[in-house]
């Protein structure tokens, strides 16, 4: 086959070369921990066929270098997250129905993205495309795409349908798509399109860093008053895009890098969080907040993975959270030093916004970790008084993501 006609299609670089390691990395992890969690539960033939789909499609969405090819990959994720979120159990179709809407509605604005950018540039390679966001419908043709990346990531506003999903679709589903490829994708495409696709500018770069202060902020805020320790994580999915979005938004090598960076720490972090959950439940038959407490002798090391974990979606040093949160940082503080009096107001407002909802994260840990591994054991769970590790196959991928971190 000629390679340039191949190239007009896939395209491996910098960018898209480590999404897709840790694509890889992420789905055998998946299928580990199902194994054992998913053992005895019906339809699993099913399940493990859309889990190797999703992965298929997710890698090569991340390769394309056609935009309608990437649609075509784009859609059939939003097909198989809505059958595997309704593989859960109670209320699980109607969070599917909702994820399906929400996601696929934005697919429809991102195909007409994509044909204004088709109708201005007359090609549809990726490589091939530059446009100057210097007119009203380039701007439009922009924001169509990125609506698509935010619905795919969770960004305010199009955020709902994580914490409905990670509280009723099967923990696995939850670790492997919303905490992890979805993140991937939804801000690989983002980080695509400002840094090839679109030349950007000071008032594009304005509009990304207020969606990711105002993500950040509330929903964190709304994360610090669950009591379910699934939907709490949920919202901190979403909290987390946040500073993905800002980094992005800065304009600066320095930010930008830092929020490719913190894209892979969340899918770290966030999957060994999910499948700790994930362990949680499948010892207590529970992951209310109210009812668990003083896991860390009966699940040692469940209880070390999240607490790695926690520290660094919390950005403490020095986990792989607070490196890259640095990194949006100094971002940040780099346009400072600008003299555009809109980027440096905006800048100074993020940065507090950013460095506030890292603290609100910590606290909010901080009550999840001792409501559910400190503390008194509760008297429905007295008989893990003593160690009651879940099987390896559960607890092996928590440990794994936690070195990592």
């Known amino acids: ?37 998913m053992k005895g539960k019906p339809q699993l033939v099913q399940y493990y066929t859309y889990i190797v ?134 801000i690989y495409l983002l980080a695509r399109i400002s840094l090839n696709l679109f030349v950007m500018n000071q008032g594009m770069n304005i509009v990304l860093m207020l969606v990711g202060a105002f993500t950040i902020v509330c929903a964190v805020m709304m994360a610090l008053v669950q009591h379910n320790m699934k939907r709490l994580l949920g919202y901190h999915a979403v909290s987390q895009v946040g500073y993905m979005v800002l980094g992005i938004g800065t304009g600066t090598p320095i930010g930008i890098a830092g929020g490719i960076f913190h894209m892979l720490n969340n899918s770290l972090y966030k999957q060994a969080l999910f499948l700790a959950s994930g362990n949680v439940e499948q010892k207590t038959g529970t992951t209310d907040l109210d009812k668990l407490g003083g896991l860390s002798k009966a699940m040692p090391l469940t209880y070390i993975s999240a607490l790695i974990a926690s520290l660094s979606i919390s950005g403490i040093p020095p986990f792989n959270g607070f490196v890259s949160k640095w990194m949006v940082y100094q971002g940040l503080i780099e346009q400072l030093g600008l003299r555009a009096y809109g980027l440096w107001l905006t800048a100074i407002f993020c940065l507090v916004a950013a460095m506030f909802g890292s603290a609100l994260t910590l606290a909010s840990f901080m009550k999840l970790i001792h409501a559910t591994f400190l503390g008194q054991l509760s008297t429905k769970n007295y008989k893990l008084s003593t160690r009651h590790e879940v099987p390896w196959q559960m607890w092996f991928p928590c440990i794994i993501l936690a070195l990592i971190c």
């Open 1 to 37: 086959m000629n390679p340039n006609y191949l190239a007009q299609w896939f395209k491996l670089d910098s960018l898209n070369g480590f999404v897709v390691l840790a694509i890889g990395l992420f789905t055998v992890l998946t299928i580990i921990y199902s194994l054992r969690f």
């Open 53 to 186: 789909l999703t992965a298929i499609a997710s890698i090569g969405a991340a390769l394309s270098n056609n935009l309608i090819l990437l649609l075509v990959f784009w859609g059939f994720l939003g097909l198989t997250l809505y059958l595997l979120i309704n593989m859960g159990e109670a209320n699980s179709d109607t969070v599917a129905k909702k994820t399906f809407i929400i996601v696929g509605g934005s697919d429809a604005i991102m195909l007409l993205g994509i044909g204004i950018v088709y109708y201005l540039t007359g090609t549809l390679q990726m490589d091939n495309i530059k446009l100057q966001l210097n007119n009203s419908l380039t701007v439009f043709a922009y924001l169509c795409i990125a609506i698509a990346s935010f619905a795919k990531a969770g960004a305010m506003p199009f955020h709902s349908w994580i914490p409905d999903c990670a509280e009723t679709a099967p923990v696995p589903v939850v670790a492997y798509l919303p905490a992890s490829l979805d993140k991937l994708l939804g």
